[in-house]
């Protein structure tokens, strides 16, 4: 019963984008990218705080918006910007890893509807030690950087 109640109230929290915190793992301002009509794809992102004092891992995530859920991060190959599925995301004790756009990130692919903003999309994040846990994302519009503000 008690781990029902703490996956409600994650639940709760992250759909309004605060800090939800069960099984020693720390979320913080989940969302999901919207998307345009047809768009076959989008993106999770968020902030990862292990408060444990073991280093821990994710490796996976489900969700019901999409066919496929990867982990991803992009890596530079002869001078582009390449996305890569990774098997697992480090979570160092005590430390924040954060999943941004550029960056680390949960894939959705195969998307069975359009993601608007106002929306919210469920995921399951999955530990290496077998933890799982139920967020609610909210979708939301990521507005493109303008060139003259990336440098």
């Known amino acids: 019963m008690r781990l029902i109640r703490t996956l409600f109230a994650a639940a709760l929290l992250?759909?309004?984008g605060l800090t939800v915190n069960a099984a020693g793992l720390e979320v913080g301002d989940p969302y999901v990218r919207a998307v345009p009509p047809g768009q076959p794809n989008s993106?999770?992102?968020m902030t990862l705080?292990?408060?444990g004092t073991e280093d821990r891992a994710l490796i996976g995530a489900e969700s019901p918006a999409a066919e496929t859920v990867e982990l991803h991060t992009h890596v530079e190959?002869?001078?582009l910007m390449q996305m890569r599925r990774i098997e697992?995301?480090?979570?160092?004790?005590g430390e924040t890893t954060t999943l941004a756009p550029g960056g680390l990130h949960i894939m959705l692919i195969g998307l069975k509807s359009e993601l608007a903003p106002g929306q919210t999309v469920e995921l399951t994040l999955i530990q290496d030690d077998g933890e799982r846990l139920a967020?609610?994302?909210?979708?939301r519009r990521?507005?493109?950087m303008h060139h003259a503000a990336a440098h």
Do not use: D, K
């Not at 697992?88 to 004790?93: D, E, G, N, V």
């Not at 967020?135 to 979708?139: F, K, M, N």
């Open 88 to 93: 697992r995301i480090a979570l160092p004790a």
């Open 77 to 79: 190959e002869g001078g």
């Open 142 to 144: 990521l507005e493109p």
């Open 43 to 45: 993106a999770a992102f």
């Open 49 to 51: 705080h292990n408060t």
């Open 14 to 16: 992250s759909s309004v």
């Open 135 to 139: 967020i609610q994302a909210p979708v």
